[in-house]
């Protein structure tokens, strides 16, 4: 019995990691996509860097999510709208998500300069600067461009968001009683879990808040920080242009 319930609270933690980390992903397939319309709107409906044999006219979000997918689905019905429509970000994010779609990406379908192994951190970092660099871009639909900034703003504070939840969802963490900041404090208007380190320590008798502090260390340099960091720059750089 014993050996079940390990096993059992073992699955729990994986899928409580793969969901931290599917709802980032949800905007950043959508990000993906924008990236793509900017792309053909500016060469004519063809694309010369994100996903340039996605299809023969320019694809569908449905179509562009099952091309990049390492292993789409049969069919995807997400948001079917022909080229040039604009999927809305939040709606079209969530049911990304719920639809089990935001799994792994063939970094070479998606990008021109990147390759299948690419890290996932390689291939963020490559559609972000698209994205931001093409922020000022008068022919592109202003709609499009601040789409494209939002989803950033989005995956930033989701991966924030993930960065704190995920540390409980797995050993060391997956031992604590968690304990989080209130209010919960916004970034660009939006609001995400952050661990409060002393109401956490509080909680757990015997943990020692230098432990803590070293297992918190160690989490963050292994998933979500490069990513965040990638984001934050770019974010930084359009609205520094804005000023």
């Known amino acids: 019995m014993r050996a079940i319930n390990c096993v059992f609270f073992f699955i729990c933690s994986l899928v409580g990691v793969v969901r931290a980390y599917s709802i980032p992903g949800g905007y950043e397939r959508v990000m993906f996509y924008y990236a793509y319309l900017m792309d053909c709107q500016l060469n004519g409906g063809t694309p010369k860097t994100i996903a340039v044999k996605c299809g023969k006219t320019p ?3 449905d179509a562009f999510l099952r091309y990049i997918m390492k292993e789409p689905p049969a069919t995807i019905d997400i948001f079917s709208k022909p080229y040039p429509a604009i ?3 939040q709606e079209t994010a969530l049911a990304v998500i719920d639809n089990d779609l935001a799994g792994g990406v063939d970094p070479s379908h998606v990008h021109t300069d990147a390759v299948k ?3 996932y951190e390689k291939l963020l970092n490559k559609v972000s600067d698209f994205v931001g660099g ?5 022919t592109l639909p202003q709609e499009l461009r601040d789409g494209g900034k939002q989803a950033m703003q989005r995956i930033l504070v989701a991966r924030k968001e993930a960065q704190h939840t995920s540390f409980f969802e797995k050993a060391p963490g997956s031992a604590y009683t968690p304990k989080y ?3 919960k404090p916004s970034l660009y208007g939006i609001e995400y879990l952050k661990i409060d380190p002393k109401a956490t320590v509080a909680a757990n008798p015997g943990l020692e808040y230098k432990t803590f502090v070293t297992e918190w260390k160690a989490h963050i340099d292994e998933g979500h920080q490069g990513n965040i960091n990638a984001l934050s720059k770019q974010l930084e750089l359009i609205d520094l242009s804005c000023t």
């Open 117 to 119: 192994n690419d890290k």
């Open 87 to 89: 999927p809305p970000l």
């Open 181 to 183: 900041t209130e209010p």
């Open 134 to 138: 093409k922020y000022f871009s008068d």
């Open 59 to 61: 694809c569908t979000f």
